[in-house]
């Protein structure tokens, strides 16, 4: 238990692709990447989803996987060139992200009751980067 709730396991294996189309060098030692995008593909290796709808589901009762998500996303990133170059790391970056999914987007597609909260994930982060 953690605050109260039952924390469950969830295996993932995710492929990403980033696109910064241009850069901005803020100093010697800062980088601002003003535009982040790309998609990654999302899959969950437990028992419990599947990749194509079990047999006892009448045919077409579910037309997506529950297994594998595609996302796609834009953000920024700004980094930070660390001086000493012997560390294990050579720079620092903070990111944010905001980002939907295809079901999530065919949804909202649908519907027009669906608020951005609903269909939307923002995401941030720190990355060490080695070289």
């Not at 601002?32 to 990749?51: Q, V």
Request: charged share 25%; net charge positive.
């Amino acid at each position: 238990m953690f605050f109260g709730c039952k924390l469950s396991k969830k295996i993932t294996f995710t492929a990403k692709q980033n696109y910064f189309p241009w850069k901005v060098p803020i100093g010697e030692r800062l980088l601002f990447e003003p535009l982040a995008c790309g998609m990654y593909l999302n899959i969950l290796l437990d028992r419990e989803f599947w990749g194509k709808q079990p047999n006892k589901y009448p045919d077409g009762y579910y037309w997506f996987s529950t297994r594998m998500r595609f996302h796609a996303f834009v953000g920024e990133r700004i980094t930070l060139k660390l001086k000493n170059a012997r560390r294990w790391h050579k720079s620092i970056s903070f990111f944010y992200e905001l980002s939907t999914c295809d079901l999530y987007l065919i949804n909202k597609v649908g519907n027009r009751a669906l608020k951005p909260k609903d269909y939307l994930s923002l995401s941030v982060g720190v990355k060490l980067q080695a070289f």
